[in-house]
C-alpha cells in the first residue's frame, strides 16, 4: 500500500515538475518571441527618397512656407522640430505624425494652418526621419516624446501667452489625447485615427499576424511594454479625456484598416467617453474612410487610383522588379500637389473646432 502511495506521488510529482518546466520554457520562449516580433513592429523609419515618392517636397514649398529648425531632447535623444508661420499670433498648433512618417509626411495640414494664420510646431518623433533614435521603440514613445516637446515650447518665451492646440494622427492621434495625463496648458486636442490604448493596438495589429494565439502572449506583451515605458505603458486616452474639460474632437474613418474603428479605436471607447467637450466626426464615405485617405479629397483619391493602376502595368511589365531609373522617371511625372490635394471639407471642420476652441480657453477653462 505504501508502496503504490509511493508510485502515485512520484507521477504526481513528476506531473507538477513537468508543468512547471512546460511554464517556464514556455514563458522563456515567449519573452524571446514578443521581444522579436514587438521590436520588428517599431523600428526607425528614415526620409523617404523623394525621387520614388507621391509625397510633398518641403523644397517646392519652402519660398511660400519658410521655417526654423530647431531641436530639443526626448529621452536621450535628441529630436528635430520646425517651426511655422512666426509672425502668427492667432495661436500654437503643434503637429503629431504618425508611424512611419515624419514632420514632413504631413506638410498638406501644416501649410493648411499656417494658411489659416495659425503658427505650427512639428516634429520628428523618436527613431523617425532627422531625430536620433535607433528605432522608434513602441506607441508610448509617442507619449513621451509630445511631453518632451510641450515641455519644450513652455520654455520658449517666444511662444508665451500663445494657446497650445494639439494635432495628431494615428500614432500622433493616440498621444495628443493621451498627453491629458500630464502637466500641460491645452487649449484643444484633435486626435484622428488614433488608438486609445497601447495594448488595444499591439493585440489588434498581432491578431492580424498571429490569430487568436496572441492573447496568450498577453502577459508577456504587458511586462515587455512595462519594462521599455513604465507607467506611461498603462496610460489609455478615455481616461485622459474624462479627467479633463478641454475641448477634445475625436476623428475616424469607419473602414479603417489600420486602427479598428470598433476595436482599438479611441472613437470605440464612445460609451465610456464623459468629457463635456467632446466631440466626434465619423467618417463613412466609400473610399474617404480610411486610415490615410480621409485627408485626401476626392480628386486625390481619383488621380491616385489612375497613378496606381499605370504603376501596376509598369509592375507588370518589369515582372515585379521595376528599375529605379524607370521609377524615379514615373515618380517625376507625377501631380504631387493633387496627390496630396487635402479632404478641404474634414479640414475647414477641423479649422471651426480649433477657433471654437480658442473662444473656450479665452472663457478660463483649461
Not at 466631440?279 to 476626392?298: D, M, V, W, Y
Request: net charge negative.
Amino acid at each position: 500500500m505504501k508502496a503504490q502511495h509511493r508510485k502515485v506521488n512520484g507521477i504526481w510529482r513528476v506531473i507538477v515538475l513537468g508543468l512547471v518546466g512546460f511554464v517556464l520554457i514556455f514563458s522563456v520562449v515567449s519573452m524571446i518571441v514578443v521581444k522579436f516580433i514587438y521590436d520588428g513592429q517599431f523600428p526607425r523609419y528614415e526620409r523617404p527618397d523623394e525621387t520614388v515618392s507621391a509625397d510633398l517636397n518641403y523644397a517646392d514649398l519652402e519660398a511660400g512656407y519658410p521655417r526654423r529648425v530647431v531641436s530639443f531632447e526626448s529621452g536621450h535623444n535628441s529630436l528635430q522640430g520646425y517651426v511655422y508661420g512666426e509672425n502668427h499670433d492667432q495661436g500654437l498648433v503643434v503637429v503629431v505624425h504618425g508611424l512611419g512618417g515624419g514632420a514632413d509626411s504631413y506638410l498638406p495640414q501644416i501649410t493648411y494652418f499656417v494658411d489659416q494664420g495659425w503658427r505650427v510646431f512639428a516634429y520628428d518623433a523618436t527613431g523617425s526621419f532627422d531625430s536620433e533614435g535607433k528605432t522608434t521603440k513602441g506607441f508610448p514613445q509617442a507619449l513621451l516624446d509630445l511631453d518632451a516637446a510641450l515641455t519644450y515650447l513652455g520654455l520658449q518665451s517666444e511662444f508665451t501667452g500663445l494657446p497650445v492646440l494639439l494635432f495628431g494622427h494615428s500614432w500622433g492621434g493616440y498621444a495628443v489625447a493621451n498627453v491629458l495625463h500630464l502637466d500641460h496648458e491645452i487649449a484643444g486636442v484633435v486626435s484622428v485615427s488614433g488608438p486609445s490604448h497601447p495594448m488595444d493596438i499591439v493585440l489588434e495589429q498581432g491578431r492580424r499576424m498571429m490569430g487568436g494565439f496572441i492573447y496568450t502572449q498577453y502577459p508577456f506583451l504587458w511586462l515587455y511594454q512595462t519594462i521599455l515605458f513604465g507607467k506611461a505603458a498603462a496610460l489609455n486616452a478615455v481616461d485622459a479625456i474624462n479627467q479633463s474639460d478641454v475641448p477634445v474632437l475625436i476623428i475616424h474613418g469607419t473602414d479603417d484598416e489600420s486602427v479598428a474603428y470598433d476595436g482599438s479605436a479611441i472613437i470605440a471607447k464612445m460609451d465610456a467617453l464623459t468629457n463635456p467637450n467632446l466631440k466626434t466626426i465619423s467618417i463613412s464615405e466609400p473610399r474617404s474612410n480610411g486610415h490615410n485617405s480621409l485627408f485626401r479629397s476626392a480628386q486625390a483619391l481619383d488621380y491616385i487610383e489612375e497613378v496606381n493602376a499605370q504603376y501596376r502595368e509598369l509592375f507588370d511589365q518589369y515582372d515585379q522588379n521595376i528599375p529605379y531609373e524607370v521609377r524615379q522617371d514615373f515618380y517625376s511625372k507625377l501631380d504631387r500637389d493633387l496627390a496630396q490635394d487635402i479632404n478641404a471639407d474634414l479640414m475647414a471642420e477641423i479649422q471651426a473646432f480649433l477657433l471654437d476652441c480658442l473662444q473656450h480657453s479665452q472663457g478660463n477653462y483649461h
